[in-house]
């Protein structure tokens, strides 16, 4: 009977700390992580990229690593994770943070920890929800796309730049058309129509016109007479632009 009752509080056990878990994850839009778990979770994934912060974080960084979390739940290769330290009462995950020298100076602190290399890299730009994803791009194989972006094409468009011969970019070319009338998404069609049409003007007028394109685009954004759907459009056509200028992936 004693047995029967143990067993019953483990698992009630169990499911509150589940329930806690979840609503942890709910409440902050990414996964917790503490001393106990982490080096059982972070070995899981080919990229991981956790912020070090307070306890409990607020404010427009914390909002921007929750834009984050949401964009990459639709790849499974990558984890989305939050620490939250506590240099007072029990001391939460102090070790943690002084393990990875992260000092509450620094908060908030992003590392992103890659399958198969030792040390994490750094994240040292500019605390943006886009930005961080370039930078997850960047230093790894795992794809997470700007808004506006598809995966496909964004690959297609690596291949792209990185050759300078015609012939080959030509192929390329024909792939890209190719998988744009594939697609049955409207709003799908016409992002893959903005990614072709830029391929054909980089074979017509060389890689510069990409700088030129991006460069008048940021312009017509910054205009004050632009309606909010006109600059959402333009928007989309500049994170398309960005797959095309390899030093901003």
């Known amino acids: 009977m004693a047995f029967m009752v143990s067993k019953v509080l483990i698992v009630a056990v169990m499911v509150t700390c589940m329930v806690q878990v979840s609503r942890a994850i709910n409440a902050k839009g990414c996964t917790p992580l503490d001393s106990w778990t982490f080096d059982k979770v972070i070995p899981r994934f080919a990229a991981a990229m956790v912020k070090f912060d307070v306890a409990y974080p607020y404010g427009k960084k914390h909002e921007e690593f929750v834009k984050l979390s949401a964009a990459g739940r639709g790849s499974p290769e990558l984890l989305v994770a939050e ?106 069609h016409k992002i893959a129509e903005t990614y072709v049409k830029l391929m054909r003007k980089v074979l017509e007028k060389g890689d510069d016109f990409v700088i030129t394109e991006k460069t008048r685009v940021e312009g017509l954004m910054a205009g004050k007479k632009i309606t909010k759907e006109k600059k959402d459009e333009m928007l989309g056509k500049l994170n398309v632009l960005k797959s095309f200028i390899h030093e901003e992936l």
Request: net charge negative; proline share 4%; charged share 40%.
């Open 83 to 188: 620490v939250g330290v506590k240099d007072y009462g029990d001391m939460e995950n102090v070790d943690l943070a002084e393990r990875f020298g992260v000092d509450k100076e620094q908060f908030p602190h992003v590392l992103l920890f890659v399958k198969g290399k030792e040390q994490p890299i750094i994240f040292q730009g500019e605390f943006k929800a886009e930005e961080l994803k370039k930078f997850i791009r960047k230093n790894s194989v795992v794809y997470i796309g700007l808004e506006g972006c598809l995966e496909t094409f964004d690959r297609l468009v690596d291949r792209f730049m990185a050759t300078k011969s015609s012939p080959d970019r030509r192929v390329l070319l024909r792939e890209a058309e190719d998988e744009w009338d594939k697609l049955r998404s409207p709003s799908d």
